[in-house]
């Protein structure tokens, strides 16, 4: 069974991608994309890996005002659905890594997703394959000017918490410790926020 993709590349580089969603995934109740979650996008060069850094829901027509109607979502869709379609959510993922030949390597891709290209949440499998390596991925969140690194990097390892064993978590701590270099108190502040 093909997977259904989340999003459609409508800007790219080799630093980070943006997507929309589809509008029929927007009739569900849950977002289908979330901060912080690992998005795979199979290029024709090699799958491009990204975490999920920002969201934005907003009017397709960018001089269109968004008005106040007063009703639930669910009343604006069954009163006035022309309403809803008329706005598209947006993400952007921070490219953290690609496969090169059969292994997964933590860096920025030799090239971008290409426009229209779709975009899927990866499988478990790819999150574990993901996380088997070193996290060097963290520097390249920390590094990002775009985005708020912390929070990025707190949603990811709490959305995958379940699949880390006690070694990858003390070895995330020591990662992040070595990067913050003496910044306790927001290394602190990160991991705090992983484990409540």
């Known amino acids: 069974m093909k997977s259904t993709h ?17 509008q029929a995934l927007l009739q569900e109740t849950l977002s289908p994309v979330k901060l912080g979650q690992l ?9 491009v890996f990204g975490i999920v850094s ?27 659905p022309q ?7 947006e993400f952007t993922a921070l490219t953290v890594g690609f ?7 933590q860096a920025m891709p030799p ?6 290209d779709f975009v899927y949440h990866a499988s478990h499998d790819d999150v574990a394959a993901f996380l088997k390596h070193p996290l ?7 590094q990002s000017k775009d985005t708020s690194p912390d929070e990025v990097i707190v949603a990811f390892f709490r959305n995958y918490q379940a699949q880390l064993s006690r070694q990858d978590l003390i070895a995330l701590g020591k990662e992040l410790s070595y ?18």
């Open 39 to 47: 998005v795979k996008v199979a290029t024709a060069h090699a799958a």
């Open 136 to 142: 060097t991925f963290l520097r390249l969140i920390l």
């Open 83 to 89: 309403v809803l379609e008329l706005v598209h959510t």
């Open 54 to 80: 920002f969201i934005e829901q907003s009017p397709i027509a960018a001089h269109r005002q968004i008005v106040p109607h007063g009703k639930t979502k669910e009343e604006l869709r069954r009163e006035m």
């Open 6 to 22: 989340i999003g459609e590349v409508v800007r790219s580089n080799t630093v980070q991608f943006s997507a929309v969603v589809p």
């Open 99 to 105: 496969y090169l030949g059969s292994k997964i390597l």
């Open 179 to 196: 990067l913050l270099a003496d910044d306790h108190r927001r290394l602190e502040s990160i991991l705090t926020r992983i484990y409540d």
């Open 111 to 116: 090239t971008p997703p290409d426009l229209h």
